[in-house]
């Protein structure tokens, strides 16, 4: 099955620069071209129903953080030899902003790295690839960084 468009989210982890690499060599063995994403989370806002909200303190803006670690990978995939390769950074909710950037791009694949939660994690805290594997309307290939012998 060919792949003519994969899409690869990044969030700058260990696990998500694997994925990356593996994004690269998929687009290069299929001759694809290469959309990477990287989605600044928007920050979680608490508040008591009873109390006004006041924020503490004026959140700094995480996007530029984001767009440079897109511009990283798209930097990193045409040193590799990729010339059809974009990138894009969106705020939002990760897994609808990558969800929508997959379908927009009409991508044929979504590679995404395993953040490795333990289960209890994984069950209280969500996990973004175990979303995406449910919902994206394509293949979602999970990538965990290779392991060093002990």
């Known amino acids: 099955m060919p792949f003519h468009r994969i899409a690869v989210a990044t969030d700058g982890s260990e696990h998500a620069l694997a994925a990356v690499d593996v994004a690269i060599d998929l687009a290069k063995q299929y ?55 974009s990138g894009v950074c969106e705020e939002g909710v990760v897994v609808e902003e990558i969800l929508a950037q997959v379908e927009a791009h009409r991508s044929d694949l979504l590679v995404v790295g395993s953040r490795g939660l333990s289960a209890a994690r994984r069950l209280l805290l969500g996990s973004v690839s175990t979303a995406l594997v449910t919902h994206a309307p394509v293949p979602v290939l999970v990538v965990r960084p290779p392991t060093t012998p002990p």
């Open 31 to 85: 001759s694809s071209d290469l959309l990477v994403i990287a989605v600044a989370p928007l920050p979680p806002v608490f508040s008591s129903p009873n109390e006004p909200l006041v924020p503490a303190a004026v959140p700094v803006n995480p996007v530029p953080h984001y767009r440079g670690l897109v511009d990283a990978a798209v930097a990193r995939a045409r040193a590799a030899g990729l010339t059809s390769v």
